[in-house]
T-cell receptor, first 111, second 112 residues
Framework: GEDVEQSLFLSVREGDSSVINCTYTDSSSTYLYWYKQEPGAGLQLLTYNFSNMDMKQDQRLTVLLNKKDKHLSLRIADTQTGDSAIYFC???????????FGTGTRLQVFP | DARVTQTPRDKVTEMGQEVTMRCQPILGHNTVFWYRQTMMQGLELLAYFRNRAPLDDSGMPKDRFSAEMPDATLATLKIQPSEPRDSAVYFCASAPGGSEAFFGQGTRLTVV
């Protein structure tokens, strides 16, 4: 079955880069997602990948996919205090459309 | 600005009462998901629909929870009777076929 794993916490200094990692297990995944959740808010879609795309960049965000190892990472360059949030990795089964989330990584940015 | 709309935003109810949460998916999106978020369990998939037909509701306690899509513009999640352990934030998300999934702001349910 599907399973998405993430580390629970990450703490970085303002201005440094943050790298949030995720591993997934479903071999038929077609789409992989990163969402951001700020306190008391819903989930904001940051980026999504087709599982055949190795890299995607959007301003400060870079997503890297290692399909062989089923490993997805989200890099935030020049991390700001406004980036403090929970970041969720998710995979969507290409056959069933089922969308499964990891536990979320709480990113804390300190000055 | 297209968005997923959930109502109510907050609901406090007494144990044993019926609770109905509503979701209006983005127009044209044919897949709708219901999730429950708690500190202990994280984001759990309760049920999801494609073209209004339920595809999987195995994440839902069947004895008290029910999910329906009366039409393409409305999805409902009902709990009857509600229990304190149902207290959580319930999210709805919608997606067009095979693409991004967008979330509503959630319904915060407190059962006392």
């Amino acid at each position: 079955g599907e399973d998405v794993e993430q580390s629970l916490f990450l703490s970085v200094r303002e201005g440094d880069s943050s790298v949030i990692n995720c591993t997934y297990t479903d071999s038929s995944s077609t789409y992989l997602y990163w969402y951001k959740q700020e306190p008391g808010a819903g989930l904001q879609l940051l980026t999504y990948n087709f599982s055949n795309m190795d890299m995607k960049q959007d301003q400060r965000l870079t997503v890297l996919l290692n399909k062989k190892d089923k490993h997805l990472s989200l890099r935030i360059a020049d991390t700001q205090t406004g980036d403090s949030a929970i970041y969720f990795c998710a995979e969507r089964d290409g056959n069933t459309d089922k969308l499964i989330f990891g536990t979320g990584t709480r990113l804390q940015v300190f000055p | 600005d297209a968005r997923v709309t959930q109502t109510p935003r907050d609901k406090v109810t007494e144990m044993g009462q019926e609770v109905t949460m509503r979701c209006q998916p983005i127009l044209g999106h044919n897949t709708v998901f219901w999730y429950r978020q708690t500190m202990m369990q994280g984001l759990e998939l309760l049920a999801y629909f494609r073209n209004r037909a339920p595809l999987d509701d195995s994440g839902m306690p069947k004895d008290r929870f029910s999910a329906e899509m009366p039409d393409a513009t409305l999805a409902t999640l009902k709990i009857q009777p509600s229990e304190p352990r149902d207290s959580a934030v319930y999210f709805c998300a919608s997606a067009p076929g095979g693409s991004e999934a967008f979330f509503g702001q959630g319904t915060r349910l407190t059962v006392v």
